[in-house]
């Protein structure tokens, strides 16, 4: 991750498009890297929305499990700068669904541990 996310993340300016799409691509990409499934739908509007988390394949209408956020809140969630609770509290993470709350204990994905979280 580039420096222009940390500052924007630290109250500084908001990168350009392309660096913060490259950033939510990215981060998504290793979250499904570390919980390859289809059970929960994280959803970062306009960037990316991927499927994670071994289960069910979801294909019609409203998946039954969804994370939805902005990129800003996505990126911080994923460098680990902001908590779950936190952002389901003020309102910057929607969650719904039984296994949502399982994204949880994956971040942060960028800059913390290589392997994928242990399952239980």
């Not at 970062?44 to 409203?62: E, L, Y």
């Amino acid at each position: 991750m580039t420096g222009a996310l940390h500052d924007w993340l630290g109250g500084g300016p908001e990168p350009d498009r392309a660096t913060r799409r490259a950033a939510v691509k990215e981060s998504l990409a290793e979250l499904v890297r570390r919980a390859p499934g289809h059970s929960v739908e994280v959803r970062v509007p306009p960037f990316g929305a991927v499927q994670c988390i071994d289960g069910p394949r979801h294909t019609r209408g409203t998946p039954p499990n969804v994370v939805e956020t902005d990129p800003r809140t996505w990126i911080a969630l994923a460098l680990g700068r902001i908590s779950w609770t936190d952002a389901v509290a003020d309102g910057s993470l929607r969650v719904s669904g039984s296994r949502a709350g399982e994204v949880a204990g994956l971040l942060p994905v960028i800059g913390s541990r290589s392997d994928p979280a242990p399952r239980t």
